[in-house]
């Protein structure tokens, strides 16, 4: 049975695009959110604290420390999320007075299932891996999930994700969930984006 796609950005065509694996989720999704511009949105279903290595250095940090840098270089970040952030990184979250006061917005859906980065609007990651150490962080190999995903620069793609990711943003989809009823802060309403830390 065929589908019928009504937006033709999702038509069938030839995308560039290239395979995603192993390490090369932290070397390449990292390392364009180290070098973003404009903004990172970033969504999820698990949200983990997450450590980074420090640039030429065989130490670590937490890459709260790197969004923390790109927020004071005036990026946006938007990080759309499915359940409550694990302790770590509230707690890591707290120590981050410039995150806290809202340079890093978080909005929680317990429908999104999605992993997906996008930065500045040109690079896009589609894939398995969630915002953890396990998945996107600077794990070693023996403890790192096996994880797929690619990476493209399409702007059909990138147009269509940002719009998805827009669209659960802004609550669009909260009128009709069958979920409203369990959910804690629905996005459509007023306000939602102030205290975006729940559960603190």
């Known amino acids: 049975m065929a589908c019928e796609l009504t937006d033709p950005r999702l038509a069938m065509r030839p995308v560039q695009m290239r395979l995603v694996t192993g390490r090369d989720h932290y070397e390449t999704v990292i390392g364009a959110v180290r070098q973003a511009q404009t903004s990172i949105w970033i969504t999820t279903a698990n949200l983990k604290e997450m450590r980074v290595e420090?640039?030429?250095?065989?130490?670590?940090?937490?890459?709260?420390?790197?969004?923390?840098?790109?927020?004071?270089?005036?990026?946006?970040?938007?990080?759309?999320?499915?359940?409550?952030?694990?302790?770590?990184?509230?707690?890591?979250?707290?120590?981050?007075?410039?995150?806290?006061?809202?340079?890093?917005?978080?909005?929680?859906?317990?429908?999104?299932?999605?992993?997906?980065?996008?930065?500045?609007?040109?690079?896009?990651?589609?894939?398995?891996?969630?915002?953890?150490?396990?998945?996107?962080?600077?794990?070693?190999?023996?403890?790192?999930?096996?994880?797929?995903?690619?990476?493209?620069?399409?702007?059909?793609?990138?147009?269509a994700v940002q719009a998805e990711i827009d669209r659960i943003w802004r609550g669009a989809a909260c009128r009709t969930c069958r979920l409203r009823d369990t959910c804690e802060a629905p996005l459509d309403l007023e306000g939602q984006h102030e205290g975006q830390h729940e559960g603190r």
């Open 54 to 159: 420090v640039a030429g250095r065989r130490r670590y940090r937490s890459v709260l420390d790197v969004l923390d840098d790109r927020v004071a270089a005036g990026v946006e970040v938007r990080l759309l999320h499915a359940a409550l952030p694990s302790r770590p990184f509230r707690d890591a979250f707290d120590g981050y007075p410039r995150l806290v006061a809202g340079g890093m917005e978080l909005r929680l859906c317990p429908r999104v299932h999605m992993k997906a980065v996008v930065v500045d609007g040109r690079l896009l990651y589609l894939g398995s891996a969630n915002w953890t150490g396990a998945g996107l962080g600077a794990k070693s190999v023996e403890r790192r999930n096996f994880e797929l995903g690619i990476l493209t620069n399409d702007e059909g793609l990138l147009d």
